[in-house]
Protein backbone atom coordinates (compact mmCIF):
# COMPACT_ATOMS: atom_id res chain seq x y z
CA UNK A 1 0.00 0.00 0.00
CA UNK A 2 1.16 3.24 -1.01
CA UNK A 3 1.60 6.37 2.09
CA UNK A 4 2.25 9.99 1.66
CA UNK A 5 4.98 9.35 3.24
CA UNK A 6 6.92 7.33 0.60
CA UNK A 7 5.25 9.84 -1.77
CA UNK A 8 8.10 12.35 -2.22
CA UNK A 9 8.93 13.94 -5.70
CA UNK A 10 12.20 15.59 -5.62
CA UNK A 11 12.49 17.42 -8.30
CA UNK A 12 14.57 20.14 -6.86
CA UNK A 13 17.29 17.70 -5.24
CA UNK A 14 17.99 15.84 -9.24
CA UNK A 15 20.87 15.45 -10.14
CA UNK A 16 22.43 18.08 -13.20
CA UNK A 17 21.53 16.25 -16.52
CA UNK A 18 25.23 14.99 -17.21
CA UNK A 19 25.65 12.79 -13.75
CA UNK A 20 22.25 10.60 -14.30
CA UNK A 21 23.15 8.24 -15.77
CA UNK A 22 26.89 7.67 -15.20
CA UNK A 23 26.82 4.11 -14.18
CA UNK A 24 24.41 3.21 -16.86
CA UNK A 25 22.58 0.01 -14.98
CA UNK A 26 20.14 -1.85 -16.87
CA UNK A 27 16.52 -2.06 -16.04
CA UNK A 28 15.21 -3.79 -19.10
CA UNK A 29 16.38 -6.31 -21.46
CA UNK A 30 14.17 -7.13 -24.41
CA UNK A 31 15.59 -10.66 -26.21
CA UNK A 32 14.78 -11.98 -29.69
CA UNK A 33 11.48 -10.59 -29.13
CA UNK A 34 8.40 -11.04 -32.03
CA UNK A 35 5.14 -9.68 -31.90
CA UNK A 36 2.60 -10.31 -34.46
CA UNK A 37 -1.10 -9.49 -34.78
CA UNK A 38 -2.29 -12.80 -36.49
CA UNK A 39 0.12 -13.01 -39.42
CA UNK A 40 1.40 -9.47 -39.55
CA UNK A 41 4.59 -9.32 -38.07
CA UNK A 42 4.70 -5.63 -35.98
CA UNK A 43 7.97 -6.78 -34.56
CA UNK A 44 10.98 -9.24 -35.41
CA UNK A 45 13.41 -10.16 -33.02
CA UNK A 46 14.01 -6.89 -30.94
CA UNK A 47 17.29 -7.13 -29.04
CA UNK A 48 16.94 -3.48 -26.20
CA UNK A 49 18.58 -2.58 -23.10
CA UNK A 50 16.99 0.10 -21.39
CA UNK A 51 19.24 1.76 -18.65
CA UNK A 52 17.87 2.74 -15.47
CA UNK A 53 16.70 6.21 -14.64
CA UNK A 54 17.30 7.22 -18.53
CA UNK A 55 15.64 8.45 -20.91
CA UNK A 56 15.38 5.95 -24.07
CA UNK A 57 13.66 7.63 -27.37
CA UNK A 58 12.04 5.36 -29.95
CA UNK A 59 12.06 6.59 -33.03
CA UNK A 60 11.18 5.62 -37.05
CA UNK A 61 8.51 5.79 -39.14
CA UNK A 62 4.47 5.00 -38.72
CA UNK A 63 3.87 1.00 -38.56
CA UNK A 64 7.48 0.21 -37.51
CA UNK A 65 6.34 -1.16 -34.08
CA UNK A 66 7.10 1.39 -31.66
CA UNK A 67 3.42 1.64 -30.17
CA UNK A 68 3.76 -2.66 -30.21
CA UNK A 69 6.37 -2.78 -28.03
CA UNK A 70 5.66 -0.31 -25.53
CA UNK A 71 2.22 -2.36 -25.17
CA UNK A 72 3.84 -5.13 -25.07
CA UNK A 73 6.38 -4.23 -21.80
CA UNK A 74 3.56 -3.70 -19.73
CA UNK A 75 1.28 -6.56 -21.33
CA UNK A 76 -1.28 -4.44 -22.75
CA UNK A 77 -0.87 -5.98 -25.91
CA UNK A 78 -2.91 -9.07 -24.89
CA UNK A 79 -6.01 -7.35 -24.92
CA UNK A 80 -5.14 -7.31 -28.83
CA UNK A 81 -7.16 -10.90 -29.22
CA UNK A 82 -4.96 -11.45 -32.89
CA UNK A 83 -1.73 -11.03 -30.76
CA UNK A 84 0.78 -13.19 -29.69
CA UNK A 85 4.35 -12.51 -28.65
CA UNK A 86 7.63 -14.52 -28.79
CA UNK A 87 11.07 -14.40 -26.85
CA UNK A 88 11.85 -12.87 -23.67
CA UNK A 89 11.75 -9.39 -21.57
CA UNK A 90 13.17 -8.73 -18.40
CA UNK A 91 12.54 -6.16 -16.18
CA UNK A 92 14.26 -6.05 -12.91
CA UNK A 93 15.51 -9.88 -13.44
CA UNK A 94 11.90 -10.91 -13.77
CA UNK A 95 10.52 -12.11 -16.39
CA UNK A 96 7.27 -10.09 -17.85
CA UNK A 97 5.90 -12.62 -20.43
CA UNK A 98 5.99 -15.32 -18.13
CA UNK A 99 2.19 -16.82 -17.19
CA UNK A 100 2.65 -16.71 -13.33
CA UNK A 101 3.54 -12.58 -14.06
CA UNK A 102 1.18 -10.88 -11.62
CA UNK A 103 -0.41 -7.96 -14.16
CA UNK A 104 -1.87 -5.57 -12.06
CA UNK A 105 1.76 -4.83 -9.74
CA UNK A 106 3.41 -5.04 -13.39
CA UNK A 107 0.93 -2.33 -14.85
CA UNK A 108 1.87 -0.28 -11.21
CA UNK A 109 5.28 -0.79 -12.02
CA UNK A 110 4.89 0.40 -15.84
CA UNK A 111 2.97 3.42 -16.37
CA UNK A 112 1.84 4.61 -19.77
CA UNK A 113 0.79 7.99 -20.72
CA UNK A 114 -0.60 7.84 -24.36
CA UNK A 115 -0.33 10.45 -27.08
CA UNK A 116 -3.80 11.53 -26.59
CA UNK A 117 -4.48 13.05 -22.89
CA UNK A 118 -6.89 10.23 -21.49
CA UNK A 119 -8.32 12.08 -18.11
CA UNK A 120 -11.34 10.47 -16.93
CA UNK A 121 -14.58 12.48 -16.88
CA UNK A 122 -14.41 13.12 -13.28
CA UNK A 123 -13.07 16.24 -11.55
CA UNK A 124 -9.31 16.96 -11.23
CA UNK A 125 -9.25 15.50 -8.09
CA UNK A 126 -11.13 12.54 -8.51
CA UNK A 127 -8.64 11.24 -11.55
CA UNK A 128 -6.17 11.36 -8.70
CA UNK A 129 -8.37 9.47 -5.73
CA UNK A 130 -9.73 7.19 -7.43
CA UNK A 131 -6.08 6.05 -8.46
CA UNK A 132 -5.07 6.52 -5.34
CA UNK A 133 -8.33 4.44 -3.63
CA UNK A 134 -7.79 1.56 -6.28
CA UNK A 135 -4.27 0.91 -4.87
CA UNK A 136 -4.89 0.99 -0.63
CA UNK A 137 -5.01 4.40 0.01
CA UNK A 138 -8.59 5.33 0.99
CA UNK A 139 -7.38 7.73 4.04
CA UNK A 140 -9.04 11.40 2.71
CA UNK A 141 -6.14 13.43 4.86
CA UNK A 142 -3.68 11.29 3.11
CA UNK A 143 -5.36 11.23 -0.35
CA UNK A 144 -4.84 14.79 -0.19
CA UNK A 145 -1.46 15.25 0.62
CA UNK A 146 -0.30 12.80 -2.31
CA UNK A 147 -2.98 14.56 -4.52
CA UNK A 148 -1.30 17.98 -3.60
CA UNK A 149 2.27 16.73 -4.21
CA UNK A 150 1.69 14.90 -7.52
CA UNK A 151 -0.42 17.80 -9.09
CA UNK A 152 2.75 19.84 -7.72
CA UNK A 153 5.32 17.40 -9.12
CA UNK A 154 3.70 17.89 -12.79
CA UNK A 155 3.44 21.73 -12.05
CA UNK A 156 -0.28 21.59 -12.40
CA UNK A 157 -1.02 22.73 -8.40
CA UNK A 158 -1.14 26.55 -8.75
CA UNK A 159 -3.01 26.52 -12.18
CA UNK A 160 -6.06 24.15 -10.45
CA UNK A 161 -5.98 24.08 -6.57
CA UNK A 162 -9.04 26.76 -6.73
CA UNK A 163 -10.99 24.15 -8.98
CA UNK A 164 -9.92 20.97 -8.11
CA UNK A 165 -13.61 19.63 -7.80
CA UNK A 166 -14.12 20.67 -11.29
CA UNK A 167 -13.84 18.74 -14.67
CA UNK A 168 -10.78 17.68 -15.85
CA UNK A 169 -12.26 17.66 -19.49
CA UNK A 170 -12.28 21.52 -18.97
CA UNK A 171 -8.64 21.72 -18.34
CA UNK A 172 -6.31 22.72 -21.57
CA UNK A 173 -4.78 19.66 -23.81
CA UNK A 174 -1.58 20.42 -22.06
CA UNK A 175 -2.86 20.17 -18.49
CA UNK A 176 -4.97 16.97 -19.30
CA UNK A 177 -1.67 15.50 -20.18
CA UNK A 178 0.29 16.97 -16.92
CA UNK A 179 -2.60 15.50 -15.07
CA UNK A 180 -2.70 12.40 -17.08
CA UNK A 181 1.67 12.42 -15.43
CA UNK A 182 -0.13 12.70 -12.52
CA UNK A 183 -2.34 10.36 -12.38
CA UNK A 184 0.67 7.54 -13.73
CA UNK A 185 3.46 8.45 -11.30
CA UNK A 186 1.18 8.69 -8.34
CA UNK A 187 1.67 4.95 -7.73
CA UNK A 188 5.11 5.67 -8.40
CA UNK A 189 5.67 3.12 -10.97
CA UNK A 190 9.56 2.41 -11.92
CA UNK A 191 9.31 2.74 -15.89
CA UNK A 192 7.26 4.88 -17.58
CA UNK A 193 5.62 4.26 -21.11
CA UNK A 194 5.36 7.80 -23.42
CA UNK A 195 3.67 7.32 -26.56
CA UNK A 196 4.30 10.92 -28.47
CA UNK A 197 2.85 12.76 -25.47
CA UNK A 198 3.79 16.29 -26.96
CA UNK A 199 2.24 15.58 -30.38
CA UNK A 200 -1.17 16.19 -30.05
CA UNK A 201 -0.47 19.90 -27.88
CA UNK A 202 0.21 23.11 -28.98
CA UNK A 203 3.67 24.20 -29.22
CA UNK A 204 3.64 25.91 -25.97
CA UNK A 205 2.00 23.41 -24.00
CA UNK A 206 4.62 20.73 -25.85
CA UNK A 207 7.01 22.58 -24.65
CA UNK A 208 5.83 22.39 -20.99
CA UNK A 209 5.27 18.80 -21.13
CA UNK A 210 8.82 18.25 -22.50
CA UNK A 211 10.60 20.06 -20.10
CA UNK A 212 8.73 18.27 -17.49
CA UNK A 213 9.77 14.90 -18.81
CA UNK A 214 13.14 16.05 -19.38
CA UNK A 215 13.53 17.00 -15.62
CA UNK A 216 11.78 14.03 -14.44
CA UNK A 217 14.99 12.02 -15.72
CA UNK A 218 17.16 10.27 -13.00
CA UNK A 219 13.55 9.81 -11.38
CA UNK A 220 11.93 7.61 -13.60
CA UNK A 221 13.65 5.36 -16.33
CA UNK A 222 11.85 6.58 -19.50
CA UNK A 223 11.11 5.33 -23.11
CA UNK A 224 9.34 7.81 -25.43
CA UNK A 225 7.93 7.50 -28.93
CA UNK A 226 8.94 10.56 -30.86
CA UNK A 227 8.42 11.68 -34.09
CA UNK A 228 10.16 14.85 -33.17
CA UNK A 229 14.16 14.13 -33.73
CA UNK A 230 15.00 17.25 -31.97
CA UNK A 231 13.32 16.43 -29.43
CA UNK A 232 14.95 13.13 -29.29
CA UNK A 233 18.21 14.79 -29.47
CA UNK A 234 16.91 17.28 -26.49
CA UNK A 235 15.50 14.70 -23.81
CA UNK A 236 16.91 11.22 -24.35
CA UNK A 237 20.12 9.57 -23.18
CA UNK A 238 19.82 6.60 -25.49
CA UNK A 239 18.17 5.79 -28.76
CA UNK A 240 16.10 2.97 -30.52
CA UNK A 241 15.56 3.66 -34.37
CA UNK A 242 13.05 1.55 -36.00
CA UNK A 243 12.50 0.40 -39.45
CA UNK A 244 10.07 -2.01 -41.54
CA UNK A 245 11.98 -4.12 -43.76
CA UNK A 246 10.37 -6.96 -45.63
CA UNK A 247 6.66 -5.98 -44.02
CA UNK A 248 8.26 -6.17 -40.89
CA UNK A 249 9.39 -4.11 -37.76
CA UNK A 250 12.78 -3.98 -36.81
CA UNK A 251 15.28 -2.07 -34.95
CA UNK A 252 18.03 -0.46 -36.51
CA UNK A 253 20.00 1.15 -34.69
CA UNK A 254 20.58 1.39 -31.08
CA UNK A 255 22.86 3.33 -28.69
CA UNK A 256 23.39 6.05 -27.03
CA UNK A 257 21.61 9.23 -28.81
CA UNK A 258 24.91 11.56 -28.71
CA UNK A 259 26.72 8.44 -30.87
CA UNK A 260 23.48 7.72 -33.19
CA UNK A 261 23.29 11.92 -34.17
CA UNK A 262 27.47 12.04 -34.75
CA UNK A 263 28.16 8.89 -35.83
CA UNK A 264 24.72 6.51 -37.18
CA UNK A 265 26.36 3.55 -38.39
CA UNK A 266 23.52 2.47 -40.83
CA UNK A 267 23.17 4.12 -43.90
CA UNK A 268 18.94 4.07 -43.26
CA UNK A 269 19.91 5.78 -40.09
CA UNK A 270 22.05 8.43 -41.63
CA UNK A 271 19.09 9.25 -44.27
CA UNK A 272 16.66 9.20 -41.44
CA UNK A 273 18.06 11.45 -38.94
CA UNK A 274 19.19 14.00 -42.19
CA UNK A 275 15.95 14.39 -42.83
CA UNK A 276 15.96 12.15 -46.32
CA UNK A 277 14.10 9.23 -45.21
CA UNK A 278 11.29 8.76 -42.85
P1 LIG B 1 4.24 2.46 -34.77
O1 LIG B 1 3.96 2.73 -33.34
O2 LIG B 1 5.70 2.43 -35.10
O3 LIG B 1 3.49 3.39 -35.69
P2 LIG B 1 2.58 0.11 -34.42
O4 LIG B 1 3.15 -0.69 -33.33
O5 LIG B 1 1.39 0.96 -34.12
O6 LIG B 1 3.73 0.97 -35.11
O7 LIG B 1 2.17 -0.86 -35.61
C1 LIG B 1 3.06 -1.83 -36.17
C2 LIG B 1 2.33 -2.60 -37.24
O8 LIG B 1 1.32 -3.40 -36.64
C3 LIG B 1 1.61 -1.72 -38.28
O9 LIG B 1 1.70 -2.34 -39.54
C4 LIG B 1 0.19 -1.70 -37.78
O10 LIG B 1 -0.71 -1.52 -38.86
C5 LIG B 1 0.04 -3.09 -37.18
N1 LIG B 1 -0.92 -3.10 -36.08
C6 LIG B 1 -0.90 -2.31 -34.98
N2 LIG B 1 -1.94 -2.61 -34.17
C7 LIG B 1 -2.63 -3.60 -34.78
C8 LIG B 1 -3.80 -4.34 -34.45
N3 LIG B 1 -4.49 -4.11 -33.34
N4 LIG B 1 -4.22 -5.29 -35.32
C9 LIG B 1 -3.54 -5.54 -36.46
N5 LIG B 1 -2.43 -4.88 -36.83
C10 LIG B 1 -1.97 -3.92 -36.00
Not at 17 to 41: A, G, M, W
Not at 56 to 83: D, F, H, M, Q, Y
Not at 123 to 143: C, F, M, P, Y
Request: glycine share 8%; aromatic share 4%; net charge neutral.
Amino acid sequence: MLTSKETTYPWEKLPPKEDCCVDKKLIISVRNLTVQYDKKVALDGINLDINQGCITALVGPSGCGKSTLLLTLNRLVEEIPSATMQGDIQFDGKSVLSPSTNIRSLRSDIGLIFQKPNPFPFSIKKNLTLTLSEHGVKDRAEQDIIVEQSLRSVGLWDEVKDRLESSALKLSGGQQQRLCIARAIILKPKILLMDEPCSALDPVSSGIVEDLVSNMRGQYTIIIITHNLAQARRISDDMGVFWVKNDRGVLIEKGSTQDIFNNPKSEITKAYIGGIRG
